[in-house]
């Protein structure tokens, strides 16, 4: 049970305010909350994306990400933070996507991968990903790569006199039809012309460099151990993304003998509840041979496994891990330890955890390094010391880098930057945990977003459904401004429910299984159960209903319309139609089979129907907006054109499909979020406030 029962009730919902993470960052403004968010405020916002803690503890580099109208993308450059006094230096402000930081031992570099061009386009500057280093101090950029087709992944070695790098190439299967494939290298081919890595070492004393591994096989990943004695790998035999599922392995090169091991994979495919798991960047401890990796499985709990080299061969054991939480990544060791850490998402919040002593085998229980309610993204240690650094948003500011003091039970954080000082002004939402029971009796959580000034006198107001995607996922207790709902609505007096359903993450293992043969049925329950909660509560209107989601949350979103008339407005981004479609067309199938436990042509067949809101969307009165991207391998655009088709041809229901041209499963073009956003909202002011969008030419 993840929440008291309450005897009395039936449905209940109990709103739990947090106290946010950290005080006011001390160069924050003490103005009064005097701005109305606009939708034009979402483009003003910066991300930090990545982070590396300098091996003395002192500094901070951090890759901040802002949008560019001009350039429609959003560019990510290079920051330092000073720790002590938290002075910031921009390192970098070439449109070239700079990332990765990685710090050489005795911090006189940050190495970082970059793709810059000139008008010459030779290498370097030929636009292709090549790795980079720069002072922290700021100056000139130097190149450290110069390959014609650039580079896929980089690392530094732990002494810092050398880079291991990947280097794409391209092969033709020396078969029959490779004269073919060869006359007619224009088209595009099912297999057979295929994109491999190469595994290279350069010496950043010599500037000489070495191949390592000439295989074909594509590299998704890589770790080289301490003592540069191993590269270890997680391979599959194509660029294929579907070859992740079941088709990846674990590969260590031994750099001494020049061979290679592949590690017996049993634990995390024979014997594991599905054989479609995904196998996520490695990581070598730094006081024993121990290799360490996360492999996630659409729908069910991710596992921690640790490999050991020893005489005998290698020893491979599953680490115990807290079973009410879910492993994230990535995984980091704590320097100079044996003590494997990541990321556990529980209620709604995410904690950096530690596994003691892994290494050795030894490890018994969890500790917990950044306890209380938090949300951190991304972490990082400090070589030398150990210092702790996250990224992190809370209640009242958007992610920035906080330093963790004294990791463990008594922490206390120190927020160290604040890269969006201009939302000091901002009227913020109100975020806040609910809770309801769904109607088999499971406690269900989700967040809920009410605008700044709310009162429950008030009454009720107008309310969006959001709904994440995956759903191997969760959506997180903390502030978002992002294009699929969250801030805007609050914003405009809307209010915002975004249930965490059965099948999310970090509610313990039953949680996230229940939903395994359930898709369309408890996940939809679950969701109309924390509506009707909002509406006994006051909160939501029950005539002023929306929905909305992107992924897994354009499905859900499909499944709702075709289940109920109470929304008013739907938007569905990137849902699935028709669950057997999908298998057919999407490049990761294991996530259907997982869910539909097998193949269409066996007894999944009927699961994969009724799942599918195709054969119920004949009962659909909702005008629905509908959005996918152009190139989607994900959820292919023919889910939303036979969507499309099924409301305005056959059923006369009101409905917009928009295809964003050369989008994938995620619009990352500044003018394709700015239609996304002023589509959705001008959608919901019509069909759920009754608000008139005339045209101003007439």
Not at 97 to 114: C, H, K, L, N
Not at 271 to 297: C, K, M, Y
Not at 405 to 421: H, K, Q, W, Y
Not at 538 to 557: C, F, H, Q, R
Request: proline share 7%.
């Amino acid at each position: 049970m993840l929440f008291p029962t309450m005897k009395h009730a039936t449905l209940w919902v109990v709103l739990i305010t947090l106290i946010a993470l950290s005080p006011p960052h001390p160069l924050a403004s003490a103005n009064t909350r005097t701005h109305d968010i606009t939708l034009d405020d979402y483009f003003t916002l910066g991300y930090l994306t990545a982070l590396a803690t300098s091996p003395d503890g002192t500094r901070v580099a951090y890759v901040e990400s802002r949008w560019n109208k001009e350039e429609d993308n959003r560019n990510s450059d290079l920051w330092v933070v000073e720790i002590k006094n938290r002075s910031v230096t921009r390192l970098t402000f070439d449109p070239a996507a700079d990332t990765s930081p990685q710090w050489s031992p005795d911090g006189r570099y940050i190495y970082f991968s970059s793709s810059r061009g000139d008008k010459d386009g030779k290498p370097p500057h030929n636009d292709k990903t090549q790795v980079w280093r720069v002072s922290p101090e700021g100056g000139p950029i130097t190149a450290v790569t110069r390959l014609p087709k650039g580079i896929a992944a980089f690392e530094l070695s732990r002494d810092g006199n050398s880079l291991y790098f990947t280097a794409p190439k391209e092969e033709i299967d020396d078969d029959a039809w490779k004269p073919l494939r060869k006359e007619f290298d224009k088209l595009q081919y099912g297999h057979g012309v295929e994109s491999y890595h190469e595994l290279w070492r350069l010496d950043l004393q010599s500037w000489h460099s070495r191949k390592l591994v000439d295989e074909n096989r594509h590299i998704v990943s890589f770790s080289v151990s301490g003592d540069e004695q191993y590269v270890a790998m997680v391979t599959r035999p194509d660029e294929h993304l579907l070859s992740n599922e079941g088709w990846s392995h674990v590969d260590v090169y031994d750099t001494s003998s020049q061979e290679i091991l592949r590690l017996p994979d049993q634990k995390w495919r024979d014997d594991a509840p599905s054989p479609f798991g995904w196998i996520e960047p490695p990581s070598w401890s730094a006081v024993a041979p121990a290799l360490a990796f996360t492999v996630e499985f659409d729908g069910y709990p991710a596992e921690i496994f640790v490999a050991r080299l020893t005489d005998e061969g290698p020893q491979i054991t599953m680490a115990e891990r807290p079973r009410e939480a879910t492993v994230r990544g990535p995984l980091r060791w704590k320097p100079d330890t044996g003590d494997l850490c990541f990321i556990a998402e529980e209620q709604a919040h995410r904690r950096v955890v530690a596994l003691p002593d892994i290494a050795s085998g030894s490890s018994s229980g969890d500790d917990t390094l950044t306890p209380g309610n938090v949300v951190v993204d991304d972490y990082s240690f400090a070589a030398d010391t150990g210092t702790l650094v996250t990224t992190q948003a809370g209640l009242d500011f958007f992610v920035d880098l906080v330093l963790i003091e004294n990791p463990g039970p008594n922490a206390s954080s120190d927020r160290l930057t604040n890269i969006n000082p201009h939302t000091d002004t901002w009227k913020l939402p109100q975020v806040k945990v609910v809770r309801w029971t769904s109607k088999d009796g499971t406690p269900v959580e989700g967040i809920l977003e009410l605008p700044p000034d709310y009162d429950p006198k008030d009454g009720p107001l107008p309310m969006v459904v959001t709904i994440h995607g995956g759903p191997t996922a969760m959506t997180a207790n903390a502030l978002r401004y992002w294009i699929y709902g969250g801030t805007a609505f609050a914003a405009k007096g809307w209010a915002r429910l975004d249930p965490n359903y059965r099948g999310s993450t970090g509610y313990g293992d039953q949680f996230l299984t229940d939903l395994i043969g359930n898709k369309n049925n408890l996940d939809v329950q679950d969701i109309l159960a924390g509506v009707d909660a909002m509406v006994e509560q006051g909160i939501a209107d029950p005539e002023k209903l929306g929905v909305m989601g992107w992924s897994n949350g354009g499905y859900l979103t499909n499944c709702l319309i075709a289940a109920t008339p109470r929304f008013k407005a739907a938007s569905s981004g990137a849902g699935v139609f028709d669950t057997v479609m999908q298998w057919s067309t999407e490049d990761t199938p294991g996530h259907v089979i997982n869910f539909s436990k097998g193949l269409p042509w066996e007894d999944a067949g009927t699961t994969m129907h009724r799942t599918s809101p195709l054969y119920d969307i004949d009962s659909c009165e909702t005008p629905t907006l509908i959005h996918v991207g152009e190139n989607d391998p994900r959820v292919p655009q023919e889910h939303s054109r036979a969507l499309y088709r099924s409301l305005r041809h056959y059923l006369n229901v009101p409905t917009e499909l928009i295809i964003y041209p050369e989008a994938g499963h995620g619009l990352t073009k500044y003018s394709h979020r700015k239609a996304k956003l002023d589509w959705d909202h001008q959608w919901f002011d019509q069909y759920v406030l009754g608000i008139e969008h005339e045209n101003p030419d007439d």
